[in-house]
T-cell receptor, first 114, second 108 residues
Framework: AQSVTQPDIHITVSEGASLELRCNYS??????LFWYVQSPGQGLQLLLK??????LVQGIKGFEAEFKRSQSSFNLRKPSVHWSDAAEYFC????????????FGTGTSLTVIP | DTGVSQDPRHKITKRGQNVTFRCDPI?????LYWYRQTLGQGPEFLTY????????KSRLLSDRFSAERPKGSFSTLEIQRTEQGDSAMYLC??????FGPGTRLTVL
């Protein structure tokens, strides 16, 4: 069965510091991979996605993610965090052969301290 | 703004009442998905449509839940005889990856 693991429930970083949010997935083939950000009470905003090709993916707001097949990982990174990045971040796997439904991780809550 | 709209944004109801939510996807997208998100969790798949056909339903979708997508445009999700456990955010996604703002349901 497909699953997504985000090992870090909560992360605190200082503004201007670098950020890495971890995501591991379990799936028998190469999945579609996504990162979303969600502010309190809001819907999900797509940060970036990986379908195929270059394993380093650039997204909006200065985020990037790297797909590592050998580690079944798709970690999200940002070189310098801004206070406005504080939010909940979700990694998702899209399953190609079942209508592309998504499986989400439980999320990582990011706090940014000044 | 992803171009996906949901109505209402918030719904408070009493246990046992019926509620209906609406989703308007991006017009040229033929796939539409419903997810449920409870507090502290990621969204969980409920069902999806290809045009007007409902092609897959999760086991989370009990008999009290029904979804429709007449004419392959907007979709509705109805919950009958609501229970407190139905309290959640209900999210609609157009073409899988573009999510609406959600409908927050509170069952008292």
């Amino acid at each position: 069965a497909q699953s997504v693991t985000q090992p870090d429930i909560h992360i605190t970083v200082s503004e201007g510091a670098s950020l890495e949010l971890r995501c591991n997935y379990s799936y028998g083939a190469t999945p579609y991979l996504f990162w979303y950000v969600q502010s309190p009470g809001q819907g999900l905003q797509l940060l970036l996605k990986y379908f195929s090709g270059d394993t380093l993916v650039q997204g909006i707001k200065g985020f990037e993610a790297e797909f590592k097949r050998s580690q079944s990982s798709f970690n999200l990174r940002k070189p310098s965090v801004h206070w406005s990045d504080a939010a909940e971040y979700f990694c998702a796997v899209g399953v190609r052969n079942t209508g592309n439904q998504f499986y989400f991780g439980t999320g990582t809550s990011l706090t940014v301290i000044p | 703004d992803t171009g996906v709209s949901q109505d209402p944004r918030h719904k408070i109801t009493k246990r046992g009442q019926n509620v209906t939510f609406r989703c308007d996807p991006i017009s040229e997208h033929n796939r539409l998905y419903w997810y449920r998100q409870t507090l502290g969790q990621g969204p969980e798949f409920l069902t999806y449509f290809q045009n007007e056909a409902q092609l897959e339903k999760s086991r989370l979708l009990s008999d009290r839940f029904s979804a429709e997508r007449p004419k392959g445009s907007f979709s509705t999700l109805e919950i009958q005889r609501t229970e407190q456990g139905d309290s959640a955010m209900y999210l609609c996604a157009s073409s899988g990856q573009f999510f609406g703002p959600g409908t927050r349901l509170t069952v008292l």
